[in-house]
């Protein structure tokens, strides 16, 4: 399924790949890479509130802000909720990224191989093979609870709508 008019990047509408998925849906399945190349799935999650931070690369300014927020976030969150990070940045990126920024908590993942994550969550940028900016905040069954697929991909997250909505599923 295509998708337009929903995300521009630098003002240049782009179109998404998947579904358009709201508040409510069940969290679709994934397949990434973790910065060792080994696969990650959705289910390796299984009963934990799951934030995750999508970023079309933690190259450029927005996208290094957004992964220090939510690692700022992460310190102070309980054991049953896991922030992830997905990009289509290749592992290897992934991993000097997170040793030279001090990214401890967030779990930083790659959807480059297959684009599974991009394309079953709906943030497959067509024109550009990267992924929309966005947040997902999904409870321990695997329902979504919150989303937002960032306008302009240039720009940051509503940080506090989400962390608003997370701590509201923090019992």
């Not at 397949?31 to 009963?47: G, I, P, W, Y």
């Not at 289509?88 to 967030?106: E, H, Q, W, Y």
């Amino acid at each position: 399924m295509e998708r337009r008019g929903i995300v521009t990047m630098h003002g240049n509408p782009v179109t998404l790949i998947g579904p358009e998925l709201k508040v409510g849906d069940k969290a679709p399945d994934f397949v990434v890479l973790d910065q060792d190349m080994r696969e990650v799935k959705k289910s390796d999650f299984a009963n934990k509130i799951k934030v995750i931070s999508v970023t079309p690369s933690l190259d450029t300014p927005v996208c290094d802000m957004q992964a220090h927020k939510f690692e700022d976030e992460a310190t102070s969150l309980p054991e049953d909720v896991v922030v992830l990070n997905i990009s289509m940045d290749l592992p290897f990126a992934i991993k000097r990224f997170c040793t030279s920024g001090n990214i401890k908590k967030v779990i930083a993942l790659s959807d480059h191989r297959d684009a599974s994550f991009g394309t079953n969550w709906g943030v497959l940028m067509k024109e550009l093979r990267l992924l929309a900016r966005a947040v997902f905040i999904v409870d321990k069954d695997d329902t979504i609870r919150y989303l937002q697929i960032v306008p302009e991909a240039t720009h940051q997250p509503d940080y506090d709508a989400a962390l608003n909505v997370l701590k509201s599923l923090i019992k």
